[in-house]
């Protein structure tokens, strides 16, 4: 049986973000993830997961300036020290929020020196994922799709694969999007079983739309199978935009509601 996480950074977004808790609550979930908690008080949002009853499933480090443009900096040569900061900042929050992933976004890195950026990716990525295991986080790595987002370090579920393997960390994982997927590389079934027991968190939306996941090309209850088949147990974080409001738009979530 699936278990889903809202996407608090775009579902119920008719809400002020710190009133979305209640409503992912009210609407039957047990869970929830968010791209980033930093502009309130870590102990106001463990307040509002308490009295839901909700778990956070994943959540972003600081990403960098969002509103210029940055998607994160884990691959971008000469901001080290400032990765190394987000990190602990992150730590900060997913302590308070009992967090057991944290992704942590490379950056986009187009006209860079790609060895140069790789290398300092695997560094970052090493000593983010030794001060995340003193507290049994994990450190996730997601391929991005280039047609939303043209120019990141990460584009192909394999390639998050490889750099897992090269970062050689037990607490590093891909988080598989499988949106993301769907653009750039398809195949999803095969996909699945080939990275069985290498993934730690899934997302969903429709293709091409990023809609509900009833929507377009994709069959998610078949691919719902497949993940519980090759023995996946983490949450599936709803990230998507809602076609006609949060609400109007959870029919499909109807047979996997908290009781
Ligand atoms: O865009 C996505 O799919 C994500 O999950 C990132 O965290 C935000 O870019
Ligand atoms: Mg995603």
Not at 13 to 35: I, K, M, N, Q
Not at 39 to 46: G, K, V
Not at 126 to 155: M, Q, S
Not at 217 to 240: F, K, M, S, T
């Amino acid at each position: 049986m699936p278990k889903f996480a809202a996407n608090l950074t775009l579902l119920f977004t008719e809400l002020p973000f710190l009133h979305r808790f209640d409503a992912a609550a009210d609407a039957g979930f047990s869970a929830v993830e968010f791209l980033f908690p930093y502009d309130y008080p870590p102990e106001e949002i463990a307040q509002r997961l308490e009295r839901n009853r909700l778990e956070v499933a994943l959540f972003n480090m600081p990403p960098g300036d969002w509103a210029a443009g940055e998607r994160g900096m884990a691959a971008l040569p000469g901001r080290e020290a400032e990765f190394a900061r987000n990190v602990d900042k992150a730590l900060i929050y997913a302590q308070a929020l009992k967090v057991p992933n944290l992704h942590a976004m490379a950056g986009l890195t187009q006209g860079l020196h790609a060895p140069t950026c790789r290398q300092v990716f695997v560094r970052n990525m090493r000593a983010a994922a030794d001060k995340c295991a003193e507290h049994g986080i994990r450190v996730l790595i997601e391929a991005l799709n280039t047609r939303d987002v043209p120019g990141y370090f990460v584009a192909h579920q394999l390639q998050s694969a490889e750099l897992c393997e090269e970062i050689n960390r037990p607490n590093v994982y891909v988080q598989l999007d499988l949106y993301h997927a769907q653009i750039m590389d398809g195949d999803l079934t095969r996909l699945i079983e080939k990275l069985q027991g290498r993934f730690a968190h899934v997302q969903i939306a429709s293709v091409p739309e990023r809609h509900e996941p009833d929507l377009g090309e994709l069959n998610y209850p078949h691919l719902y199978d497949v993940l519980d088949r090759v023995g996946y147990d983490g949450h599936i974080g709803c990230e998507y935009n809602p076609k006609a409001g949060t609400k109007a738009g959870l029919g499909w979530f109807e047979p996997y509601k908290r009781g």
